[in-house]
């Protein structure tokens, strides 16, 4: 029924930027919390950028300063924006959801996963 489908991953080099997209579809009601995770080789999934139905973010301090997070209700979509990429960015991004839909309520949802590299 709700499904997540990330876009914009790839081979970057250290400096650039890159714009990851985020499309969630189904038969959604509503959506509350969103957010962006990523998993480095060898290290544990952690936050990077989340955004309330209200627009209130947070930032990881790894990329305060440098990202943003947005969202566009009318297209169920979320975005992350990523400047002055270092290669310690490098690692699979992952979309999450909290969604409202006709069949299950509220529930969480997770993309599949985008990767991203960067190279020195």
């Known amino acids: 029924q709700v499904q997540l489908v990330e876009s914009g991953g790839g081979l970057v080099q250290a400096g650039g930027s890159l714009r990851l997209s985020c499309v969630v579809s189904g038969s959604i009601i509503s959506s509350s919390f969103m957010a962006w995770y990523r998993r480095a080789p060898g290290k544990e999934r952690e936050l990077v950028a989340s955004i309330t139905s209200g627009g209130s973010t947070n930032y990881a301090d790894s990329v305060k300063g440098r990202s943003t997070i947005s969202r566009d209700n009318a297209k169920n979509t979320v975005y992350l924006q990523v400047n002055s990429l270092k290669p310690e960015d490098t690692a699979v991004y992952y979309c999450?959801?909290?969604?409202?839909?006709?069949?299950?309520?509220?529930?969480?949802?997770w993309g599949q996963g985008t990767q991203v590299t960067v190279s020195s």
């Open positions: 999450y959801a909290s969604v409202r839909s006709t069949l299950a309520g509220w529930a969480g949802y």
